[in-house]
T-cell receptor, first 114, second 117 residues
């Protein structure tokens, strides 16, 4: 299976600052790297993902970077806003699962202060 | 995309009883997943439910404790049996967007918050 470590567990920033969350995985054959955002009282929602054939992907204020050699990928949020406050999970699926199961990291609670 | 609803949204139950959670999807999907999220914790996969076959359970979860039904391509139920306070969690169902690629986005329901006294 996939061992996933996510850091930091909590992150407090001022509005407008940048936030970076890092996820380390163990399965060198992994080729799909998603990030999910969970707001209070809701289920997680995919915000960005990257496949192993690229090193970086950007969508407006959100970006994901991948370092396959070091087996980690990171979520970058620029110009943070209060509505970015949520718990963020990386969830790389294990390659031996046979289907689209996800292995969730422990989560990072991001708090953006106005 | 898929829109998922769950019932009930929350419940408070007595130990030793059972609760059945319903998950309804607005489109037909092959695979549905059930997760548990203990308070302040991450999500742990309980089982994968395919229509027409028995659910596949992850290590640490058994059918006697968490029986699952999947009668059609838009609906599934998860029962939490003989509950104890340790079963107090949020239970979430999800579906795969089934684009045909190897790994796909999963869509999650809002969750069922269960408290066992």
């Amino acid at each position: 299976g996939e061992n996933v470590e996510q850091h930091p567990s909590t992150l407090s920033v001022q509005e407008g600052d940048s936030a970076v969350i890092k996820c380390t995985y163990s399965d060198s054959a992994s080729n799909y790297f998603p990030w999910y955002k969970q707001e209070l009282g809701k289920g997680p929602q995919l915000i960005i993902d990257i496949r192993s054939n690229v090193g970086e992907k950007k969508d407006q204020r959100i970006a994901v970077t991948l370092n396959k050699t070091a087996k980690h990928f990171s979520l970058h949020i620029t110009e943070t806003q209060p509505e970015d406050s949520a718990v963020y999970f990386c969830a790389p699926p294990p390659t031996n699962s046979g289907y689209s199961t996800l292995t969730f990291g422990k989560g990072t609670m991001l708090l953006v202060s106005p | 995309s898929a829109v998922i609803s769950q019932k009930p949204s929350r419940d408070i139950c007595q130990r030793g009883t059972s609760l059945t959670i319903q998950c309804q999807v607005d489109s037909q999907v092959t695979m549905m997943f059930w997760y548990r999220q203990q308070p302040g914790q991450s999500l742990t996969l309980i089982a994968t439910a395919n229509q027409g076959s028995e659910a596949t359970y992850e290590s640490g979860f058994v059918i006697d404790k968490f029986p699952i039904s999947r009668p059609n391509l838009t609906f599934s139920t998860l029962t939490v049996s003989n509950m104890s306070p340790e079963d107090s969690s949020i239970y979430l169902c999800s579906v795969d967007d089934e684009t045909g690629r190897t790994y796909n986005e999963q869509f999650f329901g809002p969750g069922t918050r269960l408290t066992v006294l």
